[in-house]
């Protein structure tokens, strides 16, 4: 099976403009994760899905990003206006919870994201 | 309070010596589930070994093993036998089952293996 897929591997644009990445999760999950990583912050989570619900998205940082899971099989997050402080690598993972299985998190290679 | 406490920032093992990365957590759910996580260089996130709250034996994948000390809610990742590959950050994970399935993750250790 393939694994969680993410879109573009690499992005470099410029303040202000508008920035969305893409994430197909694993076939079969029901959770669906955005994470950022930088050096200063570590690893945040920014907001997660459950059966395309968005149930927690207290950490997207302010009405410039937003994100949606409009079926089972895809989620975009976009950044709009894009500021330099939002360079980061954002990772997307997906999991599956059903008893029997350990339900752990499996994670995109992420997108690595640079605004001038 | 944080979810997930690891405070080591970095560690150093020689090769072939055994180490442990310290993880504390903070619940107060019944049912959980802990998680360990590496990050090498290259950036992906790669699952090691899972411990469930109700699981009465310590998890072991392979050099992995969790020393689970739920009294104390601990939950240390011992790699044995150390290997330079390993040199990595590794995170430690939990899952609540209450809070939507909602994940934690702690800070990170990162880990350097000296040959």
């Known amino acids: 099976d393939a694994g969680v897929i993410q879109s573009p591997r690499h992005e470099v644009t410029e303040m202000g403009q508008e920035v969305t ?9 029901n959770s669906l994760f955005w994470y950022r990583q930088t050096m200063m912050r570590g690893l945040e ?3 997660y899905f459950n059966n395309n619900v968005p149930i ?17 099989s895809f989620s975009t997050l976009k950044i709009q206006p894009s500021e330099p402080r939002d360079s ?27 605004v001038l | 309070a944080q979810k997930i406490t690891q405070t080591q920032p970095g560690m150093f093992v020689q090769e072939k010596e055994a180490v442990t990365l310290d993880c504390t957590y903070d619940t107060s759910d019944q049912s959980y ?3 360990w996580y590496k990050q090498p260089s290259s950036g992906e996130m790669i699952f090691l070994i899972y411990q469930g709250s109700y699981d009465e034996q310590n998890a072991t994948e392979g050099r992995y093993s969790l020393n689970f000390q739920k009294a104390r809610k601990s939950a240390n990742l011992v790699i044995s036998a ?12 939990m899952r609540e089952p209450n809070t939507g399935n909602q994940f934690y993750f702690g800070t990170g250790t990162s880990l350097t293996v000296i040959p």
Do not use: W
């Open chain 2, 82 to 93: 150390s290997q330079l590959g390993d040199s990595a950050m590794y995170f430690c994970a």
């Open chain 1, 56 to 72: 927690d998205d207290s950490g997207m940082p302010e009405d410039r990003f937003s994100a949606k899971m409009p079926n089972a």
């Open chain 1, 21 to 29: 990445l893409r994430c197909k999760p694993i076939s079969g999950h």
């Open chain 1, 45 to 47: 989570l920014l907001i």
């Open chain 1, 88 to 114: 980061a690598v954002y990772f997307c993972a997906s999991s599956r919870r059903t008893s029997g299985n350990t339900g752990e998190l499996f994670f995109g290679e992420g997108s690595r994201l640079t």
């Open chain 2, 33 to 35: 589930g802990l998680f």
